[in-house]
């Protein structure tokens, strides 16, 4: 973005620090200053847009905010609704909370009045049009279109059918990985390694030598190739919140360990790597859980990738687990999406729509608690790494995704409601 000279970024200024605040007063203070700030830039700083594309959740202020501005510059809202941000909320309040109610109230309410939408799922497309009424024909839309019609001069006789067809209706426009997640070859894998073995000891071999040698791959003059008796590397990544329970990870990784200990040195089963990359609250909760464990054929690392290091460490695991448990059970999982663009098969928890998605036995596998994903694990990795049928089968059907990136899609699917 900030080499496409046809965009301008506009930083807002998060507030001072408010931690001296209580809890409530704190939240408001910020929500005003935001309201102040969004109304700033949006009415003074900007040229007025034709359109204006927000991203759902955050939910509050922004909606109201980015809905007063279209009615007041004459501009069309449409809403990107990736999550709901009331079932966010209800994570830490519980469903029946009254700030839930009427957070959920509220984003109803501003949801409705919008001009045009996306969604992630088809089952959120669904919700939308079924519990939120916002579908092709309703009577609010055609009585809002009315009045807005009026407000700008145009007669009602002249209501634009292919406007009135499109008018706020719902349409699923699936999440794409850009082009930076992609499959790699074993020169950029042993690059990797080295680079997060200078930092990470848990990418290190025996060797001295780091740019030779790493805890995967060896180099012999020009010649790179994977050790014979190579660990098997698992990747993760979260931003240590409370819709993913990474106990489940770490209850399975128990049980594999468990479980070579009693083959002893058996060649059945690999060592594994396990990586988990982020940020978050809970980070510090697992790191000090994981301190507890004494593996001795599993290794845990809880790296801060960069942007850069992230896509490239993808492409160089051997496979995906994921988490991730929406709120509302409507969305999905954005890291699946970036590890399917690297071509790395997942293992995922399962939710209501996450079919959409990963397909089972097809594309990874889903699990719905850690028995389950240890028993994945010992199936996928079985004889790892001279066999590895269903990996590479999972790998396989994974290239017709890898083939349809993001610019496709949003040509296809976002750019024709933009140009009408």
Sequence with gaps: LIDQTSIRIHAMQPPTSLNGLPGLLRYLTKAIYLVIQLLIYLSFRISKPSFLLLQNPPSFPTIAVAWFICRLRGSKLVIDWHNYGYTILALSLGKHHVLVRLSKWYERFFGQLSDANFCVTNAMRD?????????????????????????????????NSYHLYNLRRAITLYDRPPSMFKSIQLEDKHKIFTTLAE??????????????????????????????????????????????????????????????????????????????????????????????????????????????????????????????????????????????????????????????????????????????????????????????????LFRENLKTFQRRRWEQCWRQTAYPVFCD
């Design 127 to 159: 919700d939308l049009q079924r519990n939120w009424s916002i579908q092709p024909t309703s009577k609010i839309a055609i009585l809002i279109l009315r009045l807005r019609n009026r407000l700008v001069g145009i007669k009602a006789n002249k209501l």
């Design 199 to 392: 930092e990470y000891k848990i990418f290190r071999s025996n060797s001295t030598n780091l740019k030779e040698e790493t805890a995967f791959t060896r180099k012999t003059g020009k010649m790179i190739k994977y050790k014979d008796d190579r660990p098997a590397l698992i990747i993760s990544s979260t931003s240590w919140t409370e819709d993913e329970d990474y106990s489940i990870l770490l209850s399975a990784l128990e049980e594999y360990e468990n479980l070579m200990k009693k083959l002893c040195k058996s060649k059945k089963y690999p060592r594994l790597i396990c990586v988990i990359t982020g940020k978050g609250p809970q980070k510090e909760y697992y790191q000090n859980l994981i301190k507890q464990k004494h593996f001795e054929f599993v290794s845990i690392s809880t790296p801060w990738l960069t942007a850069e290091d992230y896509p490239t460490l993808l492409g160089a695991a051997d496979l995906g687990v994921c988490l991730h448990k929406s709120s509302s059970g409507l969305d999905l999982p954005m890291k699946v999406v970036d590890m399917f663009g690297c071509g790395l098969p997942v293992c995922a928890i399962t939710f209501d729509c996450l079919h959409e998605l990963v397909k089972h036995e097809e594309n990874g596998l889903i699990f719905r608690n850690e028995q389950e994903l240890s028993q994945q694990l010992q199936d996928l990795l079985e004889g790892f790494p001279d066999r590895q049928q269903k990996l590479d």
